[in-house]
């Protein structure tokens, strides 16, 4: 029996765009009329695009109903099956690496639906609800199956069967490259693979026994997971199982509710401690919204410039005659502002309730979103007085 782990982290922003269902990849290998039956336009839309390889993916594990027509457009390499193996043919066709017309010579003129193989659906699941059932006894949240994962970490369970290292098949490229063919973003990434196991248990049972692998599992960061399993005849092991989690990051769906929640969480505490509720002011809303963005590149308490952040104020003509500018990141709801100012000992005295008897009056919130860099999430609190 063997196992292997492999765990990446993305500690700046290298992409920009949120984790789909469907990889947008623009270019298309080839268009379709509409009423005709064309090989590899799976989903029907009049294009080979990677929509279709994903498409197929989601029938290779029982998440979309097969049809006998459906079958004779994704059956790329004529083996009777519809699987994994399609859809990285199609994949490969959509981003101009292949052409269809370069294998339609094996395709048949028509597909057995008893012999479609969709086998994995149940590994799927069960590998799932056993990481979940782990994660629940750590009180962290449970991962939830992506099919875009399952797609690369089916294609990995295959390349396994060539190479069992975290590495792609040619040796030289690591295992996340995968990731990045099907256009999946993300902020952090990790692998599981196994070998010659003959069940979910005993590939997952194996994996919770080596530290290494049990992190992965166990990775409060990662919320999303896909799994991919392939049987090799006369390989090295024969049964493959691959595990694939990542951390994506998610913009607050909406940031002036939010920011409300974080103020009435603040006037809450100032009240239970005798003080008056800070004034929410929409001038102090605008500049803590362009400090937020400065420090999502800059995270420093003076400006980019290296100048105070007061300058800020005068900038937008506030008058003040005591200010402070409270600061953080990675934070990714109002709550977990509040948590980290009034419940971290390192802000045992937070700026909000005025320890130093400042007499803050007025508050405005920034919040700036970075798509899958290490923190994503960056907040600018400005108090002043009046």
């Not at 509409?34 to 090989?39: N, Q």
């Amino acid at each position: 029996m063997k196992a292997a782990i492999f765990n990446i982290r993305k500690l700046t922003a290298v992409f920009t765009a949120m984790v789909m269902l469907i990889a947008a990849i623009p270019a298309s290998a080839a268009s379709a009329s509409a009423d005709s039956l064309v090989f590899g336009d799976v989903d029907g839309n009049n294009a080979i695009d990677s929509a279709d390889a994903l498409f197929v993916m989601r029938l290779s594990i029982g998440l979309a109903d097969l049809t006998n027509e459906i079958a004779l457009r994704a059956d790329i390499n004529g083996d009777k099956s519809v699987d994994s193996l399609d859809a990285l043919l199609l994949l490969q066709a959509a981003i101009g690496i292949i052409e269809l017309t370069d294998i339609t010579d094996n395709t048949s003129s028509e597909v057995d639906l008893t012999t479609v193989n969709v086998p994995n659906l149940d590994k799927v699941k069960r590998i799932t609800e056993l990481c979940n059932i782990e994660r629940a006894k750590k009180g962290l949240d449970p991962l939830e199956i992506d099919i875009t994962l399952c797609a690369c970490a089916s294609a990995r369970a295959l390349e396994s069967a060539e190479l069992f290292e975290h590495l792609r098949p040619n040796g030289v490229d690591s295992w996340i490259t995968i990731l990045d063919e099907y256009n999946y973003k993300y902020r952090s990434a990790g692998e599981n693979i196994a070998g010659a196991y003959k069940t979910p248990e005993d590939a997952f049972n194996d994996w919770m026994d080596s530290p290494g692998h049990r992190a992965n599992i166990l990775d409060p960061d990662y919320t999303k997971i896909g799994v991919g399993y392939a049987f090799v005849e006369n390989s090295q092991y024969g049964e493959y199982y691959d595990q694939i989690f990542a951390g994506v990051s998610e913009r607050i769906e909406n940031e002036q509710q939010a920011k409300k929640a974080l103020v009435d969480m603040i006037n809450y505490a100032r009240q239970v401690k005798g003080l008056p509720a800070l004034k929410y002011d929409q001038t102090l809303d605008l500049a803590s919204e362009i400090r937020s963005s400065e420090i999502s590149k800059y995270f420093n308490k003076l400006r980019p410039d290296g100048s105070s952040f007061a300058s800020i104020l005068d900038e937008y003509g506030v008058e003040w005659y005591t200010s402070k500018n409270p600061i953080c990141k990675g934070q990714g709801s109002a709550s977990e502002v509040f948590n980290y100012y009034f419940n971290d000992s390192s802000n045992s005295k937070p700026e909000f309730l005025d320890p130093n008897n400042k007499g803050y009056t007025r508050i405005g919130i920034g919040y700036t979103f970075v798509e899958n860099d290490q923190y994503s999430h960056y907040w600018s609190i400005i108090l002043t007085d009046e």
